[in-house]
């Protein structure tokens, strides 16, 4: 089994910048086996993708949303993967999950269905 625990969200107001950590664990885990990714919900709408990075952090995708604002990073050894959100807007306010999963091609793990394990998420809220 694989835990997922986020942590550093919080309320910061618009344009501010926050960074999100992933710490995956498990008796099994190596991270450098999972494609990561990052997704969040806000209150009535549906789970949406953010980003993801593949297994050595080569190759990242993001949603249009958050291109050139968002940075998604792994480091392996830790077992950690990281969102670094910049210049953030009231509508980046959400809970954001982590996850793991084990396949990139065809969707570049953009969607629920790429991903086995989830995170709890962690809060974040952009007051205006």
């Known amino acids: 089994q694989v835990q997922l625990v986020e942590s550093g969200g919080g309320l910061v107001p618009a344009g501010a910048s926050l960074r999100l950590s992933c710490a995956a664990s498990?008796?099994?885990?190596?991270?450098?086996?999972?494609?990561m990714g990052w997704f969040r919900q806000a209150p009535g709408k549906e789970r949406e993708f953010v980003a993801s990075?593949?297994?050595?952090?080569?190759?990242?995708y993001y949603a249009d949303s958050v291109k050139g604002r968002f940075t998604i990073s792994r480091d392996n050894a830790k077992n950690t993967v990281y969102l670094q959100m910049s210049s953030l807007k009231p509508e980046d306010t959400a809970v954001y999950y982590c996850?793991?999963?084990?396949?990139?091609?065809?969707?570049?793990?953009?969607?629920?269905?790429?991903?086995?394990?989830w995170g709890q998420g962690t809060q974040v809220t952009v007051s205006s």
């Open positions: 990075i593949n297994w050595s952090g080569g190759n990242t």
């Open positions: 498990g008796r099994t885990f190596s991270s450098s086996s999972y494609v």
């Open positions: 996850a793991a999963g084990s396949r990139w091609f065809p969707t570049v793990a953009s969607y629920p269905y790429d991903y086995h394990y």
